[in-house]
């Protein structure tokens, strides 16, 4: 075999399985935005106010995931931002908690507080597939805000809540302005 026939099969052959590793994964599986409605978001967990280079915010990403882990307290992981960064220099804050159905009233892991985002309704785009081939974070914002721009609904854009459902299931809320 020519070194060209060798070095397009090579190349053809990549191409496959890139193809199939990125179905497999879930790269193919379209995203769905929807309007929900939302009986305000009661969570329980840890403030972050910070760089996002800082080590303290990884800290609390996997104390809060081993809490989770050991169900108690109970919800879905999540990851409320309410400030982004502009840039890697700039201040990011979130709150990394569990989502919980009603507000927690159980005494805490220490450390941890309570937080309340008072809304009615958001829009949410769900993703099903492995982080590997997630879209990244702009463009699945984007998606929402073309689907509130479509539906005529204000969004609170400086705030967005991933809440991690699944190993590849997650779903970004952007709470609607009443």
């Known amino acids: 075999m020519s070194p060209k026939k060798y070095i397009l099969l090579v190349v053809l052959l990549s191409a496959v399985i890139g193809l199939g590793g990125y179905y497999y994964f879930g790269g193919f599986t ?5 309007l929900v409605e939302v009986n305000d978001y009661y969570l329980v967990g840890r403030h972050y106010k910070g760089r996002l280079d800082n080590n303290a915010l990884e800290e609390i990403f996997y104390e809060v995931r081993s809490q989770h882990e050991k169900g108690e307290p109970s919800g879905v992981l999540t990851i409320v931002t309410l400030k982004e960064p502009l840039t890697a ?3 990011v804050e979130q709150f990394i908690g569990l ?7 159980s005494p805490l892991p220490a450390g941890w507080e309570r937080f309340t ?6 829009v949410r785009n769900t993703i099903r597939a492995h982080n590997l081939v997630m879209p990244k974070p702009y463009e699945i914002k984007e998606e929402i805000q073309e689907f509130a721009n479509k539906n005529n609904l204000n969004l609170k854009s400086d705030v967005s809540i991933e809440k991690y459902m699944g190993e590849r299931h997650l779903e970004v809320e952007i709470p609607v302005r009443d």
């Open 30 to 34: 379209p995203r769905q935005q929807q």
């Open 89 to 91: 220099k700039d201040t």
């Open 117 to 122: 985002l008072e809304t009615n309704r958001a």
């Open 99 to 105: 989502l919980t159905e009603t507000p927690y009233a």
